[in-house]
């Protein structure tokens, strides 16, 4: 007879975690100390838990394991900013997840799954096609080993506190609210107060467009930011590039936007992929503002990252800053220019792959 399947720590929420102590005649208040070494502590082994009863040790070690995902490389980018992780899962598959600085505070880009069913064609991940979602805890596992390098990279000081995750972006392989349940079970982990205790105003969720999705999170109203990857303003346009948008059209997308907006009262960031000569052309610009006419929103927009699967080039300067005078000065749509990070190491956006 095969022995049941190990638990993985990182699946369970707190309230899991009492469960399973009162399941086992185990005193469930130790739940609390084991969530502290889990996320607090970010200990990796049953060992390094020398508050909890050995009887406790002893039966997690026979049933559960601490789901950390093994390094297979790590690349530094030039300028120092940039660190991109590519982690191991327990089948072989391997997903990438980065470690992005900026001024102020340090970013985990969180990948949702293997490989991507939306094929978006200028996506690296897309390009690679879909292998399987991640669990919850291994979507966990990925803030958990970039708050552990960051604790054994910095040495804190006066001056200089010790460097802390504070910002999760789903924004890595995978489109997330194509795993929705674990994705929302992983950001609710992410949040307990217990632990990494992340606001939800610090993490930002990127979709495709998976309209259900974004109905479902209008329903359960999240408290977290949503970015809807847009890229164009017609649907044969953005069909041409983002072939999801045969199966939920612009305006069934535009639709499911405003009804998150009326019943959060929260705005989306709408990322929009300059292109040379394809998607950032003034007559682009002012179709964009007549697209989110109305919306509360704000336009991210982020010049084409080279792949090898895609032979478009990314959008001149002036070209971007074009865009951008138009839709404040036409439209009074507030936008940026996404801040690049490890470009040259492939962890930019839509630059992120795996292999085995």
């Not at 001149?316 to 005078?325: G, H, L, V």
Request: with cysteine.
């Amino acid at each position: 007879m095969s022995q049941p399947a190990l638990t993985n720590l990182y699946d369970l929420t707190r309230a899991d975690l009492r469960t399973w102590l009162i399941q086992r005649d185990l005193n469930p208040t130790h739940a609390a100390r084991l969530w502290s070494y889990l996320y607090l502590d970010l200990v990796d082994t049953f060992d390094a838990m020398p508050d909890l009863p050995a009887r406790v040790r002893d039966r997690l070690a026979a049933e559960t394991f601490i789901g950390t995902l093994p390094i297979a490389a790590a690349t530094d980018s030039s300028d120092g900013f940039t660190r991109k992780y590519l982690l191991s899962l327990p089948d072989a598959e391997r997903i990438e997840t980065v470690l992005m600085r900026f001024t102020g505070r340090v970013t985990a880009c969180i990948s949702s799954q293997v490989g991507c069913a939306m094929g978006c064609v200028f996506c690296a991940t897309g390009q690679m096609g879909y292998t399987r979602h991640l669990t919850a805890g291994e979507i966990v596992a990925q803030a958990t080993h970039v708050a552990r390098a960051l604790r054994s990279n910095s040495a804190p000081s006066a001056t200089a506190p010790r460097e802390r995750l504070r910002n999760i972006v789903l924004m890595g392989m995978g489109e997330p609210l194509h795993n929705y349940d674990a994705v929302m079970r992983a950001i609710d982990i992410l949040r307990d107060d217990g632990g990494l205790a992340l606001a939800a105003e610090r993490i930002t969720l990127s979709t495709v467009g998976v309209v259900p999705g974004i109905l479902r999170l209008a329903r359960e109203k999240r408290p977290l930011h949503l970015a809807v990857s847009l890229h164009a303003a017609t649907q044969p346009e953005r069909a041409a590039l983002v072939p999801a948008a045969r199966k939920w059209p612009l305006d069934e997308l535009i639709a499911a936007c405003r009804t998150y907006s009326e019943t959060t009262g929260r705005r989306i960031f709408y990322e929009w992929t300059l292109i040379d000569g394809k998607n950032d052309t003034p007559d682009h610009a002012r179709a964009v503002g007549h697209l989110l006419r109305g919306l509360p929103a704000q336009v991210n927009l982020i010049p084409l990252n080279p792949t090898t699967g895609y032979d478009g080039a990314p959008t001149r300067t002036e070209a971007a800053r074009r865009f951008q005078k138009i839709l404040a000065d036409e439209f009074a749509l507030p936008s940026t220019v996404r801040q690049r990070r490890g470009i040259d190491i492939a962890a930019g956006c839509g630059q992120l792959a795996a292999t085995r």
